[in-house]
């Protein structure tokens, strides 16, 4: 069966690190464009980090440039969120989705289909 669980999530102050792990299952994560959305109490869902393996290609929200990186190993079938210089405005529940890929394939990770999920990892950033 297709899935993803991310993990990682917890409870931080600002500036600290935090990394999420997102471990696929039922597919390969150089299959599909994968990555990282967010959603905070009372606001629209957004992207914050998405990858195609194949390529490297890479995409992240404005806010997070530069302080977040997207990393996938093929081996170990996973995609992991290291996360740098947090900031109350990044607290919100972080969802692993991924989106599969067919014959036409993008240049840009977020012009894809997202249709598989985890169950949301909850990160909690204190000032």
């Known amino acids: 069966e297709v899935q993803l669980q991310a993990s990682g999530g917890g409870s931080v102050q600002a500036g600290e690190s935090l990394s999420l792990s997102c471990a696929a299952s039922g597919f390969s994560v150089n299959d599909y464009a994968i990555g990282w959305f967010r959603q905070a109490a009372g606001k629209e869902r957004e992207a914050v980090s998405l990858?195609?393996?194949?390529?490297?290609?890479?995409y992240y929200t404005d806010s997070v440039k530069g302080r977040f990186t997207i990393s996938s190993d093929h081996y170990k079938n996973t995609v992991t969120l290291k996360m740098t210089d947090l900031r109350p405005e990044d607290t919100a529940v972080y969802y692993c989705?991924?989106?599969?890929?067919?014959?036409?394939?993008?240049?840009?990770?977020?012009?894809?289909?997202?249709?598989?999920w985890g169950q949301g990892t909850l990160v909690t950033v204190s000032s």
């Open positions: 990858m195609m393996s194949w390529d490297d290609s890479t």
């Open positions: 989705a991924a989106g599969p890929v067919g014959t036409i394939r993008y240049a840009n990770p977020i012009n894809y289909k997202y249709t598989v």
